[in-house]
Antibody, heavy 120, light 108 residues
Framework: QVQLQQWGAGLLKPSETLSLSCAVY????????WSWIRQPPGKGLEWIGE???????NYNPSLKSRVTISVDTSKKQFYLRMSSVTAADTAVYHC??????????????WGQGTMVTVSS | EIVLTQSPGTLSLSPGERATLSCRAS???????LAWYQQKPGQAPRLLIY???NRATGIPDRFSGSGSGTDFTLTISRLEPEDFAVYFC?????????FGQGTKVDIK
């Protein structure tokens, strides 16, 4: 039973750096792509970026300049850092597993979500 | 970037009725890379359909997906009370992903 558990600071001031972590329990870490996806309150989903176990990354072009996704394979964890946050970055942030081998590009496992609020 | 447009924005139906949700892409999408999700308030999205027409593990057979190219459809054959939720389509292409804005299925 694969589970993704995420954590990180929930309240930030403008210009600060958002930092979130996601741990994978109960399943393989290699062979998948691991993504961050966010959802502003009452709005749709926006993909932020992904990483695989070897550290290869892809980012949403609209966020690329502010986002870094990293991985620690030994801990089966991956991380999101987003710099210079503004109120527009207020959202629920999810970590998720991309299952290319079995399910194309679909995200078949999700973390519980972390509400991040940016406010002065 | 491929833009996905879902319609209608809201679908008001009664339990037992059939729901047909549309997802239109701004350019052609590989069927292998088209998925549908269900989201209920306060929960993470749940994968329903991948590869345009394949049900994910544990998804009831009243959910079905179809389509190709730029037009895709999610059909719920007979709505159960637990099916009233928001549904998103999602595509992958050129090393990037995008989601539709969602269709809310609510109780009439």
């Amino acid at each position: 039973q694969v589970q993704l558990q995420q954590w990180g600071a929930g309240l930030l001031k403008p210009s600060e750096t958002l930092s979130l972590s996601c741990a994978v329990y109960g399943g393989s870490f290699s062979g998948y792509y691991w993504s961050w996806i966010r959802q502003p309150p009452g709005k749709g989903l926006e993909w932020i970026g992904e990483i695989n176990h070897s550290g290869s990354t892809n980012y949403n072009p609209s966020l690329k300049s502010r986002v870094t996704i990293s991985v620690d394979t030994s801990k089966k964890q991956f991380y999101l850092r987003m710099s210079s946050v503004t109120a527009a970055d207020t959202a629920v942030y999810h970590c998720a597993r991309g299952n290319f081998l079995e399910k194309g590009s679909a995200f078949d496992m999700w973390g519980q979500g972390t509400m991040v609020t940016v406010s002065s | 970037e491929i833009v996905l447009t879902q319609s209608p924005g809201t679908l008001s139906l009664s339990p037992g009725e059939r729901a047909t949700l549309s997802c239109r892409a701004s350019q052609s999408v590989s069927s292998r890379y088209l998925a549908w999700y269900q989201q209920k308030p306060g929960q993470a999205p749940r994968l329903l359909i991948y590869g345009a027409s394949n049900r994910a593990t544990g998804i009831p057979d009243r959910f079905s997906g179809s389509g190709s190219g730029t037009d895709f459809t999610l059909t719920i054959s007979r709505l159960e009370p637990e099916d009233f939720a928001v549904y998103f389509c999602q595509q992958y292409g050129s090393s990037s992903y995008s989601f539709g804005q969602g269709t809310k299925v609510d109780i009439k």
